[in-house]
């Protein structure tokens, strides 16, 4: 009695459960589709569904395009960024990728080199007016442009700096070195603020070597040597990287800024536990808001080789496997125009990258308020390593500084750093 | 007369088997066992079975996450690597402290708590809800209250400072940080174990309380003489399940500390899903995940040896 219920049971779910089964199977398969002979539907796969405002600024572009002609039809996926790295490597397993994706600058030499990625052609006149950050290279060819880039910036007040008679650093005239620390010193002996300085170290990922590699490369360190991207010996272990590893752990030794921050480095700034603040131009909306006139958007420190920040933010390209090729080309090339720039770069408050778009942004337009950003970006932006190892550089250069402000001897860690770069790029034949 | 009276009842059984016969079309039990064991097998072999087998085999190779190159065969090099790597060490070192510690703490903890809400009085019930409450609440959000209970200006530091105490920063600092990580762990799973303690503690007979009260033996006595051989089956599953909760420690250490300061907190499973996602070094996560395998296994089975050898003395 007792087995027969069970058995009909057991059918039961069996029948019930192999059409979801399926039909999971049926929508795998069907991400990237397109018809033969040229025409039909081109998947677009972003990062950006967490963000409202970009993502409709992309949406515009598709929408414009599928008016402009009848042979192609794009469909915008969106996914949250937080899955969508995971969600590219799994479809690129699968060979399922689609045929337009968004990709975070560094990453994508890794997935050029994976073959993800299939070259940008014919597009070299127009991505010359782009910021060189902002279009994605590997081996001399283009693989991604960008709409726009971020800038790293210290904020502080004018009220403040005038207060313990601290210089205002210009593009052209940085702190230097001993100017930084001496203004570290004077404010933090005041006593008026927690910390002087505020590096945001809460942030996590990409946010280490984004920000500190930077640091590294004004001291005249990188993270590996880009001459032949084979080895990071003497770069990253050398005097140079030895002096920015000492001074970096000095600025909690010195109580310049904490240890680790608070949850929101932009907030404690704006409630005035400390006097300055180093981070991306993204706060420059809000610090307006509070301090008005007030804030001010400096270049950071020369400690030797001029101020550096980091380049290279979310890009556009192509995969390897989309089925229709020429169409995809049609579209990026469709989408680089000035207007799109314009338009994605006001969504999300961030630099455009022509001059072009540039002009049509409040705010970013010759001698606008935000102006002074794209000029960071012109003069100091340097992008993280053009090697498929970045993303193991990227793990390893924010273990090794964690470690280093966390006090573990400078030249052990930089060195151990050194042998597991250098391993994981001889482990992959230098990635030739 | 055993026999009379048991043999109606088996005559009576056949004959209603052979009357169903018919009826469950020719199926044998050991078919209907089968399909019963299809859902489960399928499931363990997918996501089991197939994965453990192809560590045994990814251990030897230079897999990569993303790689253009097939993999090959390089031989013990990944475990060459592994057991000079400072951190690997520091990772197991951590792991082991953490077992060792957590697993007599916490079920000691839990054994406390069973015996306070297990006196009948009104409103028991509340608090065996309250002390419950931690282990239904997802570890991640339990982790990020955590993160900012231990902050240095947190609530933790803030009732120390009342006392006059300077609260260290707790995560910040590698002597406290590992620390931090096991009470707080202790805290959210000890509700899990103290509702096992209970249920041994309530398989215990009433009358042997009532009998070692009549002989006069005093409440310690009773605990030791009493309770505590009733709970040695109880003892021993909650031996086995935290030490293996506490061997593969990861989401904590993913979402508070990632492994710092200076590798404190650093534990095997959360170096393996470091190199093994962020660093993409597939063949050299399985290594790793290899060599924790063999360690667990190896644990479960003493354990199991020394509670078995124990069980044959008695």
Known sequence: MISRTIKRLAATILVAATPLALAACAKGGSSASSDSAGGGTLTMWTHNAGNKNELA??????????????????????????????SVVAAAAAKKLPCILDIDGPNVPNWAWAGYLAPLEGMDDTLSKFLPSTVGKYQDK???????????????????????????????????????????????????????LDIATSFTGEWWPYAYSPMLQSFGGDLINRTDYKSAQGVLN????????????????????PLKSGADPAKDFMNGKSAMLYNGTWTAVDTRKKFGDDVVFLPPADFGKGPKIGGGSWQWGISQNCSDAAGAMEYMKFAAQDKYVAGVAEATTNIPTTDAAAAQVKGYEPGGENDVFREFTKTFAVVRPETPGYPFIATEFTKTAQDILNGADPQKALDQAVKNIDANQESNNYFE | MSSTTYKPPVTAQVAEKTLHK?????????????????????????FLIIPIGL?????????????????????????SRLFGNDTFWKSLRNTVIFAVVIVPFQSALALGL???????????????????????TSMVVVSMLWLFLYQPNGLINAV?????????????????????????????????????????????????????????????????HVTWPGLRQTFIFILITITIAAFSLFTQINIMTQGGPLDSTSTVVFQAVRTGFAQQQTGYAAAISLVFFVIVLAVSLLQRYLTREKEAGR
């Not at chain 1, 915008?76 to 899955?83: E, H, I, L, R």
């Not at chain 1, 403040?160 to 210089?167: A, D, E, N, T």
């Not at chain 2, 018919?22 to 997918?46: F, N, Q």
């Open chain 1, 142 to 196: 283009i693989y991604s442009y960008g709409y726009y880039d971020v800038a790293l910036t210290i904020v502080s007040r004018k009220s403040v700096l005038k207060k313990y008679g601290v210089r205002i650093p210009t593009i052209e005239q940085p702190w230097t070195a001993e100017e930084f620390d001496a203004a570290l010193k004077k404010i933090r002996d005041s006593g008026d603020f927690d910390y002087p």
């Open chain 2, 114 to 136: 069973a015996l306070l809400v297990n006196v009948k009085m009104r409103g028991v019930n509340f608090f065996r809800t309250v002390y419950f409450l931690p282990v239904v």
């Open chain 2, 55 to 79: 560590t045994f085999v990814l251990a030897f190779t230079n897999a990569r996450l993303i790689s253009p190159e097939p993999a090959h065969f390089i031989g013990l090099d990944n475990f």
């Open chain 2, 22 to 46: 018919p009826k469950s079309a020719g199926r044998s039990p050991g078919t209907v066992a089968l399909l019963m064991l299809l859902p489960a097998g399928v499931l363990m072999i997918t």
């Open chain 1, 57 to 86: 600024s992309i949406q515009k572009i598709v929408t414009d395009f599928n008016g402009s002609q009848t042979k192609y039809k794009v469909d915008v996926q969106a996914f949250p960024q937080d899955s969508y790295n995971q």
């Open chain 2, 160 to 224: 120390l400072a009342k006392f006059g105490i300077q609260g260290p920063d707790w995560l910040g600092n590698p002597s406290t940080a590992l620390f931090a990580i096991i009470v707080m762990s202790a805290w959210q799973a000890v509700g899990f174990h103290m509702v096992i303690w209970l249920s041994g503690l309530q398989t215990i007979p009433g009358e042997l309380y009532e009998a070692a009260s009549l002989d006069g033996a005093s409440p310690v006595q009773q605990f030791l």
């Open chain 1, 238 to 257: 050398g005097p140079e990287a030895l002096n920015w590893a000492t001074w970096f752990r000095s600025l909690v030794t010195e109580k310049y800024v």
